[in-house]
């Protein structure tokens, strides 16, 4: 009976430790010859007890990109690592 309670405990407190972890966001953008393309530019993976650290830095970051002067393309944040071609 120890040993099933040892089990379950370990179980549910990974669980719980699981959701105090930022997730993976990967920064894309778009091309100035093809607005449907999607190019890799980073992917923010740090392993911190905040879930939006990641997300947040991604969005940062996207945001910093478009507001340069000049730039014509579009940035964006996706949950997860970089996926490669769609």
Sequence with gaps: MF??????????????????????FT???SSAVDPMMRVHIATFDAE????SY???????AA???MSQEGVSVRFWCEPGRYAGTR
């Design 3 to 24: 040993k099933v309670a040892m089990i379950l405990w370990l179980v549910l407190a990974g669980a719980a430790l699981a959701e105090n972890v930022a997730q993976p």
């Design 27 to 29: 920064l894309y953008r």
């Design 48 to 51: 911190e007890r905040s879930p």
């Design 54 to 60: 990641n997300r947040e830095n991604c969005w940062t």
């Design 63 to 65: 945001d910093l990109f």
